[in-house]
Every structure is written in structure tokens, then in C-alpha cells.
């Protein structure tokens, strides 16, 4: 009865025979997550997905996830085009990452069940960097590049590509200051303890 509200996650074992495209070593992702497109994502290794994260990749977008990467419950990455999240990199609680989104100009007629002659509907590629990480909440729109080690504050509305080694913050986007780059001593510390266990 201890674990009666804690479904637990699926590890690399079970992933595997399941038809992801890629499964590697250590990866965890939880029972109570909603995922389609499977053969469409692509796994490292050392990543967790907690528990109610939604991940939609059934069409032509593909979802490719590094290593040591970790994304919070309750986020959405909705792969109407690719998402790749590098090594190192995360997503907090709430996140939702879109690579398409419909025209919301009123010169066309928005949602899924429309066909595609009568809708405006954007695509882009999404690209989380090494060491990315986005806060709780934020959101990220079609075609946006996050730089190699930068980071998005909580509650963000990111919807253009953004530098390398930047804190970004707000709705409108704006870069508060560099971030330190010290983390990245500690990932060869780390690679070297891991390839030497």
C-alpha cells in the first residue's frame, strides 16, 4: 500500500522492447507519461521524464534527447517538426516546447482538424544546447535555437533563438546577464569519475 499513488518508471529494459527508435543506458521515464510516436524518439543515456510529461511525435518531427538530460513532469514537447535537447541540458516542471503553431492573424483558419490548403501553419525546429536549462513553466515557439549554456527563468515566453552563455528572463524575452561557465569543470570531473567506475 506504500506505493500505492507512485506508478513508478520504466527503465532502458523495458523501453527497449517497446519500438523506441533509440534506447541507451540508465534512462527512466514515467509510467503515468503520455507518449505517441515512439519509433520517432530517440534516446541517450542517464535521462529521467517524469511522471504526467506529454510528448506527441507521430508525424514527420522526430524528438532526440541526449545524455544526462532530465524533463520535469507535466512538461509538453509536441514534435510537429524535430526537437533536440543536448547533452546536459533540462526542462523544469510545466515546460512546453512547440515546433508548429497556427496563424493566429485571422487571415486563416487555425486547429488540427482543418485541411492544410485552409490553414498558415508554422513549423521550425527546436534546439536545446549543452547545458541548456528552462524553468517551470516557460514556453518555447517553432524554430527557436537555445545557445550552448544558457539559461530561461521561469514562467519565459521564448520565441527566438537566443546566444550562448546567457540568464534570459520574461514575456518579452531579455537577456539579464552572462552565465558563468564553472559548470562545465565540473562535466569533465564528472565524464571522467563515470568513464573510470
Not at 518508471?9 to 503520455?34: P, R, W
Amino acid at each position: 500500500m506504500k506505493d500505492l499513488f507512485n506508478p513508478g518508471y520504466f527503465n532502458s529494459e523495458d523501453l527497449i522492447k517497446m519500438g523506441f527508435g533509440k534506447v541507451g543506458n540508465n534512462v527512466q521515464i514515467a509510467k503515468n507519461s503520455t507518449i505517441v510516436g515512439i519509433k520517432n524518439i530517440f534516446l541517450g543515456d542517464d535521462i529521467r521524464i517524469d511522471g504526467y510529461t506529454t510528448i506527441i511525435a507521430a508525424n514527420k518531427g522526430k524528438l532526440y534527447i541526449g545524455n544526462n538530460v532530465h524533463i520535469g513532469g507535466y512538461a509538453l514537447l509536441s514534435c510537429g517538426d524535430d526537437i533536440v535537447m543536448s547533452d546536459f541540458s533540462g526542462i523544469s516542471h510545466g515546460v512546453r516546447i512547440y515546433t508548429s503553431n497556427d496563424d493566429f492573424s485571422g487571415e486563416s483558419l487555425t486547429n488540427p482538424t482543418i485541411p492544410k490548403k485552409f490553414t498558415n501553419v508554422k513549423k521550425g525546429k527546436v534546439t536545446l544546447g549543452k547545458h541548456v536549462i528552462v524553468g517551470s513553466g516557460s514556453v518555447i515557439l517553432p524554430g527557436v535555437n537555445i545557445g550552448d549554456g544558457s539559461c530561461v527563468g521561469a514562467l519565459s515566453l521564448v520565441t527566438n533563438s537566443l546566444e550562448e552563455w546567457g540568464i534570459y528572463f520574461g514575456s518579452p524575452l531579455k537577456r539579464i546577464k552572462k552565465r558563468s561557465q564553472e559548470l562545465l569543470k565540473l562535466e569533465k570531473l564528472y565524464l571522467k569519475e563515470k568513464n573510470t567506475a
